[in-house]
């Protein structure tokens, strides 16, 4: 059965320093978004994605967030000064068309700022 | 913020039927109910969904009430793996600026055992 997959599993920076996180979708999805979960709290939009272009972005996705999909198969995350409340387990997930079909999500990755 | 209520936590015997229930009182015509669980620090899974029938997968059943302001997921055979948070989500239909993104309540702790 085809899955999201996400790199690295954890990721460990200092605040300050930029990161990306790796997602690949599912191969025919065409939807794509990323979530992130604090430790203890609900999981929380951040960005939803289609046609190479963000179509809707929550308040927690602020400038120093940014999406791409750089080729056919990668949908990356960057946050380009992390903070240490940007602490959290992100998750990708894909959705093949519109209507009447579930996201699926990847595992995670933990992401810690020192 | 979710438009759902559900209790923050339930018990249920190993082998026996779990049926979480779910208050969405204020969903319009135009939104699905969804259901996701999410297993210790995992990504969420899909369950299934429903707009105004009843419907059956091989995971489990969602029962949604004429009036459709509350919904039951059962899970007709619970096993110690089924332990996990259930969300029931209200999304509404894809278009008129909704892009699919899932926002998450806190869920019903489910604890099934032995």
């Known amino acids: 059965e085809p899955e999201v997959t996400q790199t690295p599993s954890h990721q460990v920076t200092q605040m300050g320093q930029e990161v990306i996180l790796r997602c690949v979708p599912i191969?025919?999805?065409?939807?794509f978004y990323w979530y992130r979960q604090i430790l203890g709290q609900k999981v929380e939009f951040l960005v939803s994605?289609?046609?190479?272009?963000?179509?809707?972005k929550s308040e927690i996705f602020d400038d120093q967030f940014s999406v791409e999909r750089p080729d056919g198969s990668n949908f990356t995350l960057k946050i380009r000064s992390t903070k240490l409340e940007d602490s959290a387990m992100y998750f990708c997930?894909?959705?093949?068309?519109?209507?009447?079909?579930?996201?699926?999500f990847g595992p995670g990755t933990r992401l810690t700022v020192t | 913020d979710a438009k759902t209520t559900q209790p923050p936590s339930m018990d249920c015997a190993e082998g026996r039927a779990a049926n979480l229930p779910c208050n969405h009182s204020?969903?319009?015509?135009?939104?699905?109910v969804y259901w996701y669980r999410q297993i210790h620090s995992q990504g969420p899974q899909y369950i299934i969904h429903?707009?105004?029938n009843n419907e059956t997968n091989e995971m489990a059943s969602l029962i949604i009430t004429e009036d459709r302001k509350s919904s039951t997921l059962i899970l007709p055979h619970a096993t110690l793996r089924d332990t996990a948070v259930y969300y029931c989500?209200?999304?509404?239909?894809?278009?008129?600026?909704?892009?699919?993104?899932?926002?998450f309540g806190q869920g019903t702790t489910l604890q099934v055992k032995p």
């Open positions: 989500i209200v999304r509404p239909r894809y278009g008129s600026g909704n892009t699919g993104k899932l926002i």
């Open positions: 997930a894909s959705r093949r068309t519109r209507e009447g079909n579930e996201q699926y």
């Open positions: 994605f289609y046609n190479n272009e963000i179509s809707e």
């Open positions: 429903g707009l105004k």
């Open positions: 191969s025919n999805h065409l939807y």
């Open positions: 204020t969903i319009s015509g135009n939104e699905y």
